[in-house]
């Protein structure tokens, strides 16, 4: 069978991505009078301290990577009282009741000017009706395919993508972390408004990686469906698909568990198909 009918087969129409804020690596950034990462910009010499301290006493800087806690949140009933009537129903509708819908990730890394400390707070979207899409471009595979990531297209993300941005400056004003805090650089305090955000938010914007969801696993019947439950391509034989592309939907949070688990079951199902062939092929059929 030849690329071109391969691949306008498997041409994913329904993306999902987990996406958060960037900009220069970061979300909400912070001028801080604590020692982060940004020493190894200001004094290259630091490098070599703290690999030696590393080495020698597993102590020091790069004891962490800079962003050692990760959490997954749901969105406060106060957040979703601020909301549209109709936000506010798609959501739980949508989504299951334990869903988190926002990721909060702070980074010992930040707008480095050779001089002062930086630290941020990275914002990740897990519960997004937005959906972008890959397709080819011809029927070359040489030639890079179509990619419509389609970030912040659907107004529930924007109200979402407001809501974390304004959980984030939250948690940075409590009184643990507000001690550390010098001021936010990235993007400012003069960026206040839902609009001001907005506007910062569209030109930040960027993937956090796990793009999934373009060879949807799904019923022989769904026309979305690219692989049936067995990973097998739909319409084609010899063939499966087993990484994050056949997720019906993206998962909360970072995929790699589920990429394992997903591996792992699929396995099962060839060896046992293999062990299937074998013994029919023993009986003579």
Known sequence: MSNRIILSFVSGEQMYRNFLTVDKTTALSYQVNVETTSVFSNDPQRVFVETENYITEETGLLTGNGGDIVG??????????????????DFPTTF?????????????????????????????????????????????????????????????DLILAITASKFARHLTSTSSLHSAIIEE??????????????????????????ASCTCK???????????????????????????????????????QATVYMLAEKIAEVVMGDAQIVVVCRSLGR
Do not use: C
Request: glycine letters at 6%; aromatic letters at 8%.
């Open 72 to 89: 997954f949140l749901k969105v406060t009933n106060q957040s979703w009282a601020n909301m549209s009537s109709t936000t506010a129903h």
């Open 96 to 156: 299951p009741a334990d869903w988190p819908e926002i990721e909060i990730a702070p980074f010992a890394i930040g707008l480095n000017d050779g001089v002062r400390n930086f630290a941020s707070m990275a914002i990740g979207l897990l519960a997004t009706f937005s959906r972008g899409n890959i397709t080819i471009s011809s029927s070359s595979t040489a030639d890079a395919p179509i990619i419509n990531p389609a970030f912040l297209t659907h107004p529930h």
């Open 185 to 210: 650089v990235i993007p400012g305090p003069a960026v206040r408004t839902d609009a001001e955000i907005i506007v910062y938010l569209r030109g930040s914007m960027a993937t956090f990686y796990h």
């Open 217 to 255: 696993m799904g019923r022989r019947n769904d026309s979305m469906a690219v692989v049936d439950s067995k990973a097998r391509v739909i319409g084609i034989t010899g063939l499966q698909v087993v990484d994050a592309s056949v997720f019906p939907f993206s998962v909360p949070g970072q995929p």
